[in-house]
């Protein structure tokens, strides 16, 4: 169980606005995540992989205390290890597709199964540069996987796939995802495109 | 012809650069992640060689590690450590006087890395510093020779700052830019030839390989 009560300032032009998120999480469940441009759908990824600060609130994932800012616990994004797929892919320049992998895991025949789901074997002695928008955003999936995550965050995970590739890898995923026990977050735009492949909504509104 | 001016020059180069890559890395890593008065400070600091006099820094050099008082004095007796007129003390304003030449080119760089790369790796597991030698330091290949070329072409053009806390000791202060002065102060122009057309030579080589090597990955070589 994921249990999250946080308050987020966002910067606005608007005047301040704050991301407010009190909601439960069943283990093993796949969350879209959804709302408005600017109303802190990023942010609130960053929040529970560490990378953003909330002003207040709670996050206990298994009972596991990973922020409580009254008693001032913050846990690492290092010690948290969520998988996370950015909505730029954050791809690494100077790494091939196989050395993204095994900078994120020693693991060499998973490293060798993600290469196969993300059809991406042929491909793995190529740096991004060389590496189509899908192929990069596969990649991302990739490496967000290959450290086997409890909580895997994807920020427009499918954006740059094409129907057939993003339909056959979302099959692959949830596979991938029930082997794992992974409890998902996925932020999309588009509500057709993960019909089927998620069991829970969080619709996420900025307040004044 | 004398040439230990010229080899003085090239040691006093690599030394200050070296050091200068030990302290500018991890240095210009602090000041490129956010913003505090503190950084704007020790920038500023970092950045006045670039506007000050050359006189100027090295008359307060002299001045701070004189041996008769103060810090100069205190490091004589303990340490038996003398800046002025020696080549630590070279090496000592080298250090100050070239710094904004190695921590400003990383910095911006480093800066203009997308923040996300930064959080990639943390969210693999992997410590800032790990991040910063697999994954930062590696994405700025270009702006690092830029900075370390800048840095030793600069410190073989130092004269002012030398001058001031060094003199003109043969074999221990006298560096080719002095040697140049004082061929020219002694009317001998075939010396101070010489030795200008060696640091034009070596200027230009240095400044020329990173053109070509920067090329495909700046927009300018000095990016």
Known sequence: MISIDIQKKLKAYSGQQWLKVNRDFADGSITKIYGPSGAGKTTFLKVIAGLVQPEKGIIKVDDRVWVDTASKITLSPQDRRTGFVFQDYALFPNMTVQQHLEYASNDARWIQKLLTIGKLETLATHKPLYLSGGQQQRLAILRALAIKPQILLMDEPFSALDAAMKAALISELKVLFNELKATVFIISHNPQELEGLCDEELMIDTEG | ?223
Not at chain 2, 65 to 87: A, C, D, M, Y
Not at chain 2, 183 to 206: H, K, P, Q, R, W
Request: aromatic share 12%; proline share 6%; with cysteine.
């Open chain 2, 1 to 223: 012809m004398d040439l230990s001016p010229i080899w003085l020059t090239l040691k006093l180069a690599s030394i200050t650069t070296f050091l200068l890559l030990l302290i500018g890395l991890p240095l210009a890593w602090w000041l490129s992640k956010g913003k505090s008065i503190i950084k704007i400070i020790l920038e500023a600091i970092i950045t006045m060689p670039l506007v000050l006099p050359p006189s100027v820094l090295g008359f307060y050099l002299l001045i701070a590690f004189s041996p008769q008082h103060g810090v100069g004095k205190w490091l004589l007796q303990t340490f038996n450590i003398q800046f002025v007129f020696s080549f630590q003390g070279l090496v000592l304003a080298s250090v100050i006087y070239s710094m904004p030449f190695m921590i400003g080119p990383i910095k911006s760089a480093l800066q203009q890395l997308p923040a996300s790369l930064a959080q990639a790796s943390y969210t693999l597991g992997k410590t800032p510093r790990q991040t910063f030698l697999r994954v930062l330091l590696p994405n700025i290949k270009p702006s690092l020779l830029t900075a370390i070329v800048l840095t030793f072409a600069h410190t073989l053009g130092e004269f002012g700052v030398v001058l001031m806390i060094g003199g003109n000791i043969p074999n221990v202060t006298r560096v080719a830019s002095i040697a140049v002065y004082d061929s020219v102060e002694g009317m001998d122009y075939a010396a101070a030839n010489t030795y200008s057309l060696l640091l034009f030579c070596i200027t230009f080589v240095l400044v020329i390989g990173v053109f070509i090597f920067n090329k495909a990955h700046a927009k300018s070589p000095l990016e």
